[in-house]
Antibody
Framework: QVQVVESGGGVVQPGRSLRLSCVASGFTFSSYGMHWVRQAPGKGLEWVAVILSDGSRKYYADSVKGRFTISRDNSRNTLYLQMNSLKVEDTALYYC???????????????WGQGTLVTVSS | QSALTQFASVSGSPGQSITISCTGTSSDVGNYNFVSWYQQHPGKAPKLMIYEVSKRPSGVSNRFSGSKSGKTASLTIYGLQAEDEADYYCCSHAGSSTLVVFGGGTKLTVL
């Protein structure tokens, strides 16, 4: 069955960096766009970034542009989110989510992980 | 890119129907038929309930229905059940600058 499992969250000071990972299984990872979506404590969902299936294009929310970098390793079925210059407002549960259709991006997400918590605090 | 607009809360009694609205702009909801809806129970990951405005994934109850008119999308839940109590988020494709935008979420309470 399809699974996506996030890891890498933790407590970090403002201005520092952190890298999240998401390992996928149960589907042909290299055929699907993959997203990061975050949810601050007690708040709503916020889309963060997407990478196309072959890694050729990446898109970001304005709130993270220039600080976060999404990448993938299709040989390892793994999605990454490199987060630099972290701010207190980046504190959230970060979900990895799979695009529902092959070779497209920004449509809908049919599988989500359970999330990994990032806390930015001094 | 601003979030799509949803009312913060809605409530209904078991067996009733409710509608949750989601208002965007001509750059997102008004321009694309890639509107989706997600249900999120406390402490759980979101679940896809509706995609492409009105399509239901396999396994989702036909009590859930989606529609769109202009810049406003809607999710209607018929025959409310206790397990429908959750947060609901709309989502839309938003073009090549910021690809995706979510609504702020609506908390559904089943009385």
């Amino acid at each position: 069955q399809v699974q996506v499992v996030e890891s890498g969250g933790g407590v970090v000071q403002p201005g520092r960096s952190l890298r999240l990972s998401c390992v996928a299984s149960g589907f042909t990872f290299s055929s699907y766009g993959m997203h990061w979506v975050r949810q601050a404590p007690g708040k709503g969902l916020e889309w963060v970034a997407v990478i196309l299936s072959d890694g050729s294009r990446k898109y970001y929310a304005d709130s993270v542009k220039g600080r976060f970098t999404i990448s993938r390793d299709n040989s390892r079925n793994t999605l990454y989110l490199q987060m630099n210059s972290l701010k207190v407002e980046d504190t959230a549960l970060y979900y990895c989510a799979k695009e529902s259709k092959i070779l497209v991006a920004g449509r809908e997400f049919d599988y989500w992980g359970q999330g990994t918590l990032v806390t930015v605090s001094s | 890119q601003s979030a799509l607009t949803q009312f913060a809360s809605v409530s209904g009694s078991p067996g009733q129907s409710i509608t949750i609205s989601c208002t965007g702009t001509s750059s997102d909801v008004g321009n694309y038929n890639f509107v989706s809806w997600y249900q999120q129970h406390p402490g759980k990951a979101p679940k896809l309930m509706i995609y492409e405005v009105s399509k239901r994934p396999s396994g989702v109850s036909n009590r859930f229905s989606g529609s769109k008119s202009g810049k406003t999308a809607s999710l209607t839940i018929y025959g409310l059940q206790a397990e429908d109590e959750a947060d609901y988020y709309c989502c839309s494709h938003a073009g090549s600058s910021t690809l995706v935008v979510f609504g702020g979420g609506t908390k559904l309470t089943v009385l």
